[in-house]
């Protein structure tokens, strides 16, 4: 059976990157599963999951190096696979198909306002919070706690080279928190006025390290010589499931022209100008990662690749086999 | 003659409140020593050491921290009190060549501490730096002379971005330079062979005060076991804070980093402002600091400020020596 028109159009636009944003793109790929399910005209079961494997490889391949692209696929090809010895025909099969791919939709809707909610719980009155760059995760923990009545004060880097601290402090100060901006070479020294750390992450290790926007390690560190708790607050679709398998992650260095303006590179051809986006915080220094599942110790970030999104390195270690037969055999 | 100097003052005064805060304390403890030594050079008359004693009094107040001031304002101020309590003819001569002295003693002092430095520099290096230091300016351009093979990260340190001025001033001696945002500092250490940092004041128990975000880079540095060498004048030792004194935090005002019109819509939401100029490193992030009579643990600072001072130090208030000098000054003209 061909591939439906609507699903190629999704897979256009993760590829194209006109779908953007973690969360966005995971919803898209189960979303796109699900109209693919929908649109199964045979009726042979064999046929029907050779299908949805079809779709479910199209779709990895648009963005491979995407951390949420194939934890929405595997939720829902992993409920699939672990009951196929009990499915006798399609529509069973394509029940737990469009029911997993609905599940996680909704869920990974209400995952940031459960972040909220539990992680609130965390926060003290009178608590003093610094937060990195513009994370909605980290902004949905800090207003939910003040929301049910803390009195919070909140400090925000200005996350050069971009200022996304700018759309942090406007956020919070439009809700009516008291919140300062501070630049970020201030980390160090505003850190003894700090309680607790909160940013968000762009990706979860499987050993529990995080990657996010640059500048957050050494906060992660400087939070950790002050012994200032640090949390992290993270959808589960964050974790990264390719790690699991040894793959480093890559951090994207970006143009020079977003640190300094082109007319002074112009100027300075001798002066290199190095713009790394993320960087990597190990598991040591995060006290806990914040997800809509519950607060788990980094380190137990493999349960939930495993628990939720039913990764098992077996599961790698067999498409890597299968794929390496399949040159053999050509 | 008088319109002069008055027109000297003014634009002296101009130049500290545009970069008074914003340039290392070494760059400006020799601009500080040239438009005073112009100001009563010019007219050789009393009164114009009315306008010393101003200058001395608005940069003690724009550059508080900033203990070089301090010493060599002590230094001058000793002197001048002294001429003019003899009363003697040429007292503003006197205090002319005092200031010379005062500027040959800073120079000399930056060479050696290049000198020193740039033996603790070996060929193949990466070294970072924060910030803009003379010192450490000073250092690089001698280990560079010297042909060694060097590199140099630089953060560019905001507030104020004056690592973009390091990065342009060795961009100038050839050298290769990598230019990165603050937030970077740990993600490039593994890259990093050594920290150099100056300073801008290095209190009784060793500690250093330096541009904001060099505390942080010291932390960072000795988590990934990198020395950290700081370039330091012992003119920079504040002997005040072995008698107790607390240095004092400087900050500054938003608009060094942001536009006015996002200040101004920030300041609306209700949003507040936190933009510090210093910040302090502890003894224990420091392996050595580097002085003109050579190179000492942080902790062992007590024995330089015992040779310079006695002890307990003797240092006379710098304020207090001022407003002597200013009585001196009237006493003298009403004659």
Redesign the interface.
Known sequence: MNIPKEVLEIADGIRSMKIRGAGRIARSAANALKIASEMYTGNTLNEYIEYIKTIADVLLNTRPTAVSLPNAINFVISRLMRKIDYISDVEEARNIVEGAASEFIVRSKEALKLIGVIGAKRIRDEDVILTHCNSSAALSVIMKAYEEGKNIKV?A?????KFQG?IT??IL??K?I?????????????MKKVDKVIVGADAVAANGAVVN???T??IA??AH?ARVRVFVAAETYKFSPATVTGELII?EERKPSE??STA?LEE?P???????AF?VTPADYIDAIITEKGVIPPQAAILILKEEYGWVISDYLLRISSSEEGETTK | MKDCVEELFSSAIKELNEKGKVLSSTSLALIMLSRIEELISRTENISSLRYLAEYLDRIIKIRSSAILLHNIIRELLKKANRYLEEAREDSVDKIVQEIIKLRKMIIGSLQALGTITSKRIESGDVIMTHAYSTSVFMALKTAIKEGKDIRVYVSESRPFSNGITMAENLEKLGVEVTLFVDSAMRYFMKEVDKVLLGAEAIAANGAVVGKVGSSLLSLVAHEARVRVLVISSIMKFSPETFLGELIEEERTTPDVMLSKDIIAELHKLGVKFYVPVLDFTPPEYIDLIVTERGIIAPQAVTFIVRELYGWPPEVPNVSELLRRFRLKIEEVITK
Request: zero cysteines; glycine letters at 4%.
């Open positions: 400090f880097t200005e996350t050069r080279p700018i402090v406007k100060a439009s009516g008291d919140v300062t901006l501070i630049p970020d070479s201030a980390v160090r020294l505003i926007k640059i500048g390690s050494q560190l400087a010589e951090i640190v300094v002074f300075h001798k002066i290199r100008v190095r713009n790394p960087d």
